[in-house]
């Protein structure tokens, strides 16, 4: 029995994790649509402010509302400039690329967080997983072949964006330990609109008056997005970032689905070599965690 209720709190997060990213890339696939007729910038405000209300009802299940208050709301507020960072990022790279080329290079954050486990939340990295991230991160440049003609720079905007997250979601892994997830997700909501709305409102251009079908995308996308951070932050709470992260692979297969569903999209045989080595890393490093 103890066996058992040491493995449920790992499971939880693997749960937590996958469900997430089933979430996560439906709101990609409505934001690369929204990206066809509005700003990055507003899109986020937009699809940040509809994203609160399923934070905020989460929240009530937890409690009073006073417990969104943080003890560190300087961590949280970093940790939420670096999530939109990472997003207006990706929205950038959508903006151009394929949505499954784009969510393959995005996922050398999961390597990034193995990576960089050591340094943040002082988990031991063996010599085993290291190879593994060395292989995933040759993985990325296949998918992005710098210095050949079929280089993008756009791709460029989906490393960065990787960086950032594997940043973001670390620090959420050290705050999960002093704060309820429903806070760290309060307070990433509340940077998305501190950043974007003063820009979008303020910067002239920058506001497209959307239509009902923008609309429609916003309210789908924000909604869905909310509920899928949420269950992000509550997975890397629950388990360990290293065990856990190897399950946003399941975000490929999403993304070359809803691509071809929706825009006819089929990768090159370049972003499925590249892809295979990137999820082959990922899950090694989970099989021998888990041995």
């Known amino acids: 029995m103890s066996?058992?209720?040491?493995?449920?709190?790992a499971l939880r997060g693997i749960a937590c994790v996958a469900g997430a990213c089933l979430l996560l890339t439906m709101a990609d696939a409505f934001a690369k649509l929204l990206t066809e007729t509005l700003p990055v910038m507003e899109i986020a405000l937009l699809r940040s402010t509809v994203a609160l209300v399923p934070i905020l009802v989460i929240a009530r299940f937890y409690g009073p509302f006073s417990r969104l208050r943080t003890r560190h709301p300087g961590k949280q507020m970093l940790r939420?400039?670096?999530i939109i960072g990472s997003y207006t990022c990706f929205l950038l790279a959508i903006q151009a690329l394929p949505l499954a080329e784009t969510a393959s290079v995005f996922f050398s954050a999961p390597l990034l967080i193995a990576g960089l486990s050591p340094l943040v939340l002082k988990e031991k990295v063996p010599l085993h997983r290291w190879i593994a991230i060395c292989i995933g991160f040759a993985g990325v440049l296949v998918i992005m072949r710098p210095g050949t003609?079929?280089?993008?720079?756009?791709?460029?905007?989906?490393?960065?964006?990787?960086?950032?997250?594997?940043?973001?979601?670390?620090?959420?892994?050290?705050?999960?330990?002093?704060?309820?997830?429903?806070?760290?997700?309060?307070?990433?909501?509340?940077?998305?609109?501190?950043?974007?709305?003063?820009?979008?409102?303020?910067m002239?251009?920058?506001?497209?008056?959307?239509?009902?079908?923008?609309?429609?995308?916003?309210?789908?996308?924000?909604?869905?997005?909310?509920?899928?951070?949420?269950?992000?932050?509550?997975?890397?709470?629950?388990g360990e970032a290293s065990v856990v992260a190897p399950f946003e692979y399941s975000t490929l297969l999403w993304s070359v689905m809803l691509g071809f569903a929706i825009w006819g999209d089929l990768p090159t045989w370049w972003t499925l070599g590249g892809v295979l080595l990137v999820a082959a890393s990922g899950l090694y490093v989970l099989r021998t965690e888990r041995r």
């Open 3 to 9: 066996a058992v209720r040491e493995i449920s709190p």
């Open 80 to 82: 939420g400039f670096l």
């Open 149 to 202: 003609e079929s280089f993008r720079p756009e791709a460029l905007f989906a490393f960065a964006s990787a960086v950032l997250y594997a940043l973001g979601a670390l620090m959420a892994r050290r705050l999960g330990a002093i704060d309820p997830p429903a806070t760290t997700s309060f307070y990433t909501g509340l940077c998305f609109l501190l950043i974007s709305g003063p820009f979008t409102l303020g």
């Open 204 to 238: 002239p251009g920058y506001w497209v008056t959307p239509d009902w079908t923008a609309v429609g995308y916003v309210t789908v996308c924000g909604l869905i997005a909310g509920t899928g951070h949420f269950l992000l932050i509550q997975g890397y709470r629950l």
